[in-house]
């Protein structure tokens, strides 16, 4: 009998305890402000990413309709402003929450772009699974560049596969300053290099390519000279092909678009080619 009146005085008791913290902490709240904003990104290691999405998070906090910071913390809703900041298309999650420092805290996993795309008038961001991101100011991030007149038949994610090579391979990176997406099968590098265009095809035998153009630097344009020619096909199975230069000289910003005739000048000799190509 002892027993039990001991466990229903200690479960009373710890009713009463829960019941006073509870109350307790509702009044800390209300006593206490949100003294600041406390900002951690997840999921990335690439420093740029982190401290861009750090930046982007704070400005869009700045451009919150509610003041956040130097009101009682049990006035801040952190549910809304979850639900403003994962409006935008720049983070997979978003959780908001009031720490033990009275700051508003924010973690957020954003999505990584790999490259920005210039689609007609528009731009934009994509990740490696294709998903596109908003092109924010305050976001911004050194990704590689594809232009194009994209379709539904032909998105930038057709482009995703040579812009992963390109990354893996730092000769092919340091060399290309933008791509010029014509068509699945006319992908054209405007090289850092003034002078020329590449067109690498579509995104098969990319290892090959690679190589028979730089094949084609070592052998040819230290005789040649890099005005020569205004395009460099690699597209074509065991040979490269080169176009001699227009009486108009080739405009890196104005004329990469323009139609190339790209069987004026046939370099089939070259020898050292691959031995294993892509499948």
């Keep these: 009998m002892t027993n039990t009146v001991l466990k229903w005085l200690l479960l009373v008791l710890l009713t009463g305890y829960t019941a006073w913290v509870t109350v307790w902490a509702n009044r800390e709240a209300r006593r206490h402000e949100c003294t600041g904003i406390t900002v951690n990104v997840l999921g990335s290691e690439n420093p740029n990413i982190l401290e861009r999405t750090r930046s982007g998070i704070e400005t869009e906090l700045a451009r919150y309709p509610e003041q956040i910071t130097g009101i009682p913390v049990h006035n801040v809703n952190t549910e809304k402003i979850e639900r403003y900041l994962s409006s935008l298309s720049n983070f997979e999650s978003v959780h908001c929450m009031i720490n033990s420092e009275n700051h508003l805290l924010v973690e957020a996993r954003p999505l990584e772009p790999v490259m920005r795309v210039f689609n007609g008038g528009k731009s934009y961001y994509i990740n490696r699974e294709g998903k596109k991101i908003d092109a924010k100011a305050e976001f911004f991030t050194d990704v590689p560049v594809v232009c194009g007149n994209f379709t539904s038949s032909f998105t930038p994610k057709d482009v995703l596969?040579?812009?992963?090579?390109?990354?893996?391979?730092?000769?092919?990176?340091?060399?290309?300053?933008?791509?010029?997406?014509?068509?699945?099968?006319?992908?054209?590098?405007?090289?850092?290099?003034?002078?020329h265009v590449v067109n690498f095809g579509?995104?098969?035998?990319?290892?090959?390519?690679?190589?028979?153009?730089?094949?084609?630097?070592?052998?040819?344009?230290?005789?040649?000279?890099?005005?020569?020619?205004?395009?460099?096909?690699?597209?074509?199975?065991?040979?490269?092909?080169?176009?001699?230069?227009d009486k108009k000289k080739l405009q890196h910003s104005e004329d990469y678009m323009d139609d190339f005739d790209m069987e004026e000048h046939t370099l089939p000799d070259i020898s050292d080619q691959p031995q294993k190509n892509e499948n």
């Design 161 to 195: 596969p040579l812009v992963k090579y390109i990354d893996s391979d730092p000769k092919l990176a340091n060399l290309t300053g933008m791509i010029v997406a014509r068509d699945s099968r006319n992908l054209i590098l405007v090289p850092r290099i003034k002078g």
């Design 202 to 245: 579509d995104t098969t035998r990319m290892k090959e390519k690679s190589h028979n153009l730089f094949l084609f630097y070592r052998k040819v344009m230290p005789h040649k000279g890099w005005m020569e020619y205004d395009t460099v096909s690699v597209k074509f199975r065991d040979q490269i092909v080169a176009t001699r230069r």
